[in-house]
């Protein structure tokens, strides 16, 4: 949803024109992808409110599982959110008769979320994740050092932690009373400017923050040279330990593979070149991952 926000305006040009050029020559194709697409921003426009089913709280696994958890709606919750977006926001009617809840709109309905998966997320997928887990390493790196406190004040700008209120810039005056209930940040790479939580106060309290992105996130990067290196055993070993997400430091990655944190550095280096792993610096630590491009080399091996 938020990047079909990005879609409605011209801000960020620099993080997403290239993206935003791509996504329109991708699917402004005057056929079934286009109507895909204008069905899509019509149920989600750049306003000041979107209805909350179209992005579930619910876990997913991946995106696919997600469509489906937006399927699973109640339709009688359909039927309200899309009443409060006719009454709040003058846009276009969405040209699907979902209000009614048939079988068919909400078919239709999941054929549009994936026909723009398809067109507008899946080529650049690999390079979403690898920002969104950068950022979780930091809080992660944040939470363990300093714990919840350092985890919220780690969040500033973007939020500012004046306990116990955590502040944020919003389109409006809003509070939120947690209750107990606890927060889930969600970290976005097409989250853009300001945060954004549901609509609906009763919905379990969701908070999306964006990430930071390298201006050049959406141009495919350079094919990877000189593979061949990469297939000497400790480098594959390497790859294979860093490729379960969790970050690894230097000098544990040297234990476990019984070389020296001088051949770690030496053979890291050649991976990160081509692309298979990325490195973020915690004070004197260095945390190393597998790239999306390296944990595809490993499903295939």
Not at 122 to 148: C, E, F, I, K
Not at 220 to 249: N, Q
Not at 287 to 298: P, V
Request: charged share 25%.
């Amino acid at each position: 949803m938020n990047s079909l926000h990005l879609l409605q305006h011209r801000q960020g040009a620099v993080a997403f024109g290239a993206w935003r050029g791509e996504v329109r020559r991708t699917l402004a194709d005057g056929g079934a992808d286009e109507r895909a697409l204008r069905t899509l921003l019509a149920l989600a426009p750049n306003a000041s409110y979107c209805p909350d089913f179209l992005t579930p709280a619910d876990p997913a696994a991946d995106p696919e599982e997600g469509i489906e958890n937006v399927l699973a709606t109640p339709r009688p919750r359909i039927r309200r959110e899309l009443d409060i977006m006719a009454a709040r926001v003058r846009a276009p009617t969405p040209p699907l008769p979902l209000a009614e809840g048939g079988a068919g709109a909400l078919k239709a309905l999941g054929d549009a979320l994936r026909t723009y998966r398809r067109g507008a997320l899946s080529p650049y997928w690999n390079r979403v994740r690898d920002h969104v887990q950068a950022d979780l390493h930091g809080r992660l790196g944040a939470l363990r050092s300093a714990g919840t406190e350092g985890l919220l004040s780690s969040l500033a700008p973007i939020l500012r932690w004046r306990p116990p209120v955590l502040e944020a810039d919003y389109p409006f005056d809003r509070e939120v009373h947690l209750g107990g209930r606890g927060l889930l940040l969600v970290p976005s790479l097409f989250c853009w400017a300001r945060p954004v939580m549901p609509a609906d106060p009763a919905l379990p309290p969701v908070l999306v923050y964006p990430v930071d992105r390298a201006p050049d996130w959406a141009h495919p990067p350079e094919r990877p040279t000189g593979l061949e290196p990469l297939l000497g055993p400790t480098r594959a070993r390497l790859l294979e330990l860093v490729g379960d997400g969790g970050g690894r430091t230097t000098t544990g990655l040297a234990g476990v593979a019984a070389v020296s944190p001088a051949t770690v550095s030496k053979h890291l280096n050649v991976l990160r070149d081509a692309g298979l792993v990325r490195t973020r610096h915690e004070g004197r630590r260095a945390l190393h991952w597998a790239t999306g491009l390296g944990r595809d080399l490993l499903e295939r091996s």
